[in-house]
């Protein structure tokens, strides 16, 4: 969907589609918002937790509905993985396990829309030129999920074993508490709180943009000839079925590691 | 892939949904699922009482069945024994008349062999005094005689 007059090369179609619809908060780079991003993210969790909300309204400890089944097999579907894993008070963790995986599929699933009918959409509907249609493609939404998570753990370190007993837990464990292994002690808890929210967000990051990136460049083979028609369109089948285990998966990795953090921060060494 | 406030925006949408979810989703639906859980737990208790009551109960009616067939059995036994001891009595009751009525009848025909007799012995003697008579040529006096008759008559 490139403008008119503009000349469609594999390059301008790529950054094309990769180009975030942004506006400017104020001066300086960092007050760019990704108006797209933020807004598709924003519907996607009110229909997605908005459904969720009326289902439960409306539920009955009787008979259920299909309806309230599927939701109630969603909802002991998160418990189950959350009991597995984390042993405590549920009542904050499996809501946020479950809004993690609500919104975190929803959003990878927004791939399954190709991408020249989600662009032709907002061209023509919402008259956006630029409107980069999955939000989990942009390093924002998954970092502010992994830092949200990490804010989150920090706090639950410092709820749950106090100051004291996780500064304590930072320089004594792995490895033991002689005052010699402090620096490596702290040094590996060091690398590995930083880890933890670069490989959280990266990975879900990563997975879902080079998935829209195959796909664009199947669109562009498909867009050479017959043989790319063909080609294209089979590989890009292929790709599309392979991409719905994808989507799932990496929504399903991102809510467990969540609850391993949880967990992690819950449990004393 | 630059960072900006796009990650803010993101962050606080996240922790508003997350708290609606914790507050208003997730409760309600889990309390419905443990209530339904319950009431599962409940009815699957109470079935396995019904079963074990009924269970008695067919235990119960067994061995009242039982007892009425030993108690019927009983009372057949006794019946039977009462009715032998009828047949019994009447057998011996009857053998007692008979032999009550044989025995009446014989004294009876005895009392009649004995008033013959003693009809016979009388006329006898008369027709032996009539005849005697007959012989003396000569009236006897019945009444001198009397003692006389009585002891023709005692020995015939």
């Keep these: 969907m490139a403008a008119a007059g503009q000349e469609l090369t594999p390059t301008s179609y790529i950054s094309h589609h990769l180009t975030n619809r942004t506006i400017s908060l104020g001066d300086g780079p960092f007050w760019t918002l990704h108006l797209d991003t933020f807004l598709t993210a924003l519907v996607l969790a009110v229909i997605g937790f908005g459904f969720l909300w009326w289902v439960v309204r409306g539920a009955t400890s009787g008979i259920p509905n299909k309806r309230q089944a599927f939701v109630e097999m969603l909802f002991d579907f998160v418990d189950d993985q959350v009991k597995g894993i984390f042993h405590g008070n549920r009542a904050f963790v499996a809501p946020l396990a479950l809004t993690v995986f609500v919104w975190v599929l929803l959003m990878n699933a927004m791939d ?13 509907a919402l008259h956006q030129h630029e409107w980069k249609p999955v939000p989990t493609s942009d390093v924002n939404t998954t970092f502010a999920l992994a830092l949200s998570v990490f804010a989150l753990m920090i706090f639950y370190n410092l709820k749950v074993k106090g100051i004291g007993g996780w500064i304590h837990e930072l320089f004594c464990s792995p490895f033991g508490t002689n005052i010699l292994l402090w620096p490596l002690n702290f040094l590996f808890n060091l690398v590995e709180y930083v880890s933890k929210p670069l490989s959280h967000s990266l990975r879900l990051y990563g997975n879902i943009y080079a998935g829209e990136i195959i796909f664009m460049l199947l669109w562009m083979w498909a867009a050479t000839g017959l043989v790319g ?32 953090y949880m967990a992690m921060a819950h449990e004393s060494h | ?38 009431q599962i737990a409940d009815g699957l208790s109470a079935a396995e009482e019904g079963k074990k009551s ?46 009550r009525e044989k025995a009446a009848a014989k004294s009876e025909i005895e009392q009649e062999v004995s008033r013959a007799k003693e009809t016979l012995r009388t006329q006898v003697a008369t027709l032996a005094v009539a005849g005697a008579e007959k012989i003396l040529k000569r009236e006897v006096d019945a009444k001198a005689h009397a003692d006389i008759l009585a002891d023709v008559q005692k020995q015939l």
Excluded at chain 1, 113 to 119: E, N, Q, S, T, Y
Excluded at chain 2, 9 to 26: L, R
Excluded at chain 2, 55 to 81: F, L, P
């Design chain 2, 1 to 38: 892939m630059n960072l900006n406030v796009t990650l803010v925006a993101q962050v606080v949408t996240f922790f508003v949904f997350v708290f609606f979810c914790a507050k208003f989703v997730w409760p309600p639906m889990i309390k419905a699922i443990e209530a339904r859980q319950k």
């Design chain 1, 112 to 124: 399954f829309i190709p991408v020249d009918i989600a662009a032709a959409f907002t061209e023509y």
């Design chain 2, 54 to 99: 009924l269970e008695n109960a067919s235990k119960q009616a067994d061995e009242a069945i039982a007892q009425a067939r030993a108690r019927a059995s009983e009372i057949v036994a006794q019946a039977e024994k009462r009715v032998s001891q009828m047949i019994e009595d009447a057998k011996t009751a009857a053998k007692t008349e008979g032999e």
């Design chain 1, 229 to 260: 028609q063909l080609a294209g369109g089979v590989l890009a089948l292929g790709w599309a079925i392979f991409h719905i285990l994808i989507v799932a998966l990496q929504a399903y990795i991102f809510m467990m590691l969540t609850v391993v």
